[in-house]
């Protein structure tokens, strides 16, 4: 009975710490009173422990239940095996709770294989569950899919629909961040054959998950069927005030349509019910930023102003950094639409220095980020200080021989020997300002470098036509699970210094990277008339260079990348970003829009807009297959051509 006990504790324990981070912030005395109640079960009692104690405490915790077992514990028995891996199971959900992924993994690792051994069919499929939910944040996805599929079996076999309900979420989940969103519409349909008839709220949840779905693969129609069955349930169900998550989504579904007038009337439906919730100022907040796209997308600049200007100074005062995103960009897409060249630079510039601080809050514990920050600056912290003692060294063993055997020449010498100190610190001089002017010439546009030298600054410049290019890996995140950090780096390394070359064998500026994806722009800073057909033959290039890499790979039986590339041309605002470590960048709706083109695009294929198409279009050596209207998320719908040629030995 003891040993039951125990074991329905640390199983309490562990699922109270899998779900507390996410839990509605209760008062800590009510808290504390639910833990000291005995009479209560432990499945009441443990999660308000692992909310009332600190982080710290709440490891100390688990470690502690970890090193103490019930007495007379046999450490060969399948008593002990439980008692022992759930116990790792509560250490590993802790590290987690302290965001301490690797050692998450490693207990609950530990943990699995040990209740394999006793057999356990709850004890396991908790575990199995818990072990996916973490290979999921360490994107092991491949893992993840095991785990918890191993736990769905086992939540069938026990016939725990409440487990099965779980499951089937977390694939469906995990198969939508993958973007197979077949597989992952069959599981939400799994989970809906489940509920249907029986629990109406998790019903309309998952119709509108699947109607998302479909919205992602671009199936209008199956989309539009989806959300319309979610408003008859709800109406017929009395619950018209939860249809407003449909108003959201269909709000959307219009804004990515171009139906502007619709898609306003959509979220101006949500805000009359998000607006009675004072508590929910988030909601409130990210609802102005859609209002106020809505109005952009209707060319309605001053109203969405007004609407974007609301949800800033709502998500500032409450510390809501990435509703603050949310808004930002529609007031600089606003001002930019009022030709207001120098505002909307402002919040362009305010945008991605927030986006920048987010993503990389986010990174900071990836280890691929991290071994491409610290091996660089350890090398270059390095090499400085090893240059740096050498030249200290050296100086002082000639400045002690000096001493030593001419100091009767001094006096006599000293002219000559200002002299050889002036030019030799003259020549020192020179060298580090050639160095410095290397450097920045490294960071920014050669122009750009020239008025920040003169100047001290250098101003914002607005270009009336540019060519942007796209590219991002698809299977990055498989190849990564399968190469180390090191191996990760270097294929990455080797593909963007082969971009590089081949941007300025055009004469094409690269901008930057983010993660996997390259940005570079033809026509700036100096305005061209050649940058659309530079940038669409830098992008064969780029194409034929990955596909040989993949065809030496696939025959070498190693991981390989492919590709999508997406070229666009328009307008831009181009600048320096920041004060410390500043950056050449360029922004604008252009910008989103070849983005835009490279994610609706296809593997090994050029994806290029009709504006691109038609600065191209005559140019002998390329041809092009028209795709039609293609929709493009937050674009609708627009003429895309995929294009070909080679030329890469021009």
Known sequence: MAHRKHAHFLLALIQALCTCAFAQQVPLDTLRATWNDTALPPGIRVPALAQWLDRDSTLALTTAIGSVLPPGSDTSTAVYARQRGLALLAQGSAHAYNGRAAEALRYSRSAVKLLERVGHPVDLAVAHGYLGRQSGLARLSGEEVQHYMHALQLYETLKDTTGMLAMNSALAYS?????????????????????????PDVELDIMVRIANRYKSLGDIAATHTWLDSASHLMRTRGAVDRERSVNWMRGNMYLDEGRCKEALEQFQLCLEVLDTQPENQAGKSWM??????????????????RWANEGLAMADAHGLRKEMLDNLYPLATAYEGLGDTRMALRYYKRYHALLDSLINTEAASKLTDAALTNAFEKEQLADSLLAVQRTHVADAVLAKERSRRNLLL????????????????????????????????????????????????AEAEHFDNVTILFTDFKGFTEASEKLSPQELVEELNTCFSAFDHIMAKHGIEKIKTIGDAYMAAGGLPTPNTTHALDVVKAALEIRDFIAEGKARKVASGLPYFEIRIGIHTGPVVAGIVGVKKFAYDIWGDTVNTASRMESSGEVGQVNISEATYALVKNEAGLTFTSRGKVRAKGKGEMEMYFVSGSFSEG
């Open 175 to 199: 198969y939508s961040m993958q973007e197979i969103d077949q597989r992952s519409i069959g599981y939400y349909q799994r989970n809906l054959d489940l509920v249907r008839g029986k629990r």
């Open 288 to 305: 102005r930023s859609r209002v106020a796209m809505a109005h952009n997308c209707a060319e309605q600049y001053t109203l969405a102003l």
């Open 410 to 457: 001094i006096i006599g010498a000293i002219g000559v020997v200002f002299g050889i100190f002036s030019y030799r610190q003259s020549r020192r001089t020179r060298r580090a300002l050639h160095r410095s002017d290397e450097l920045l010439l490294n960071i920014l546009p050669e122009e750009v470098a020239h008025e920040l030298k003169d100047k001290g600054r």
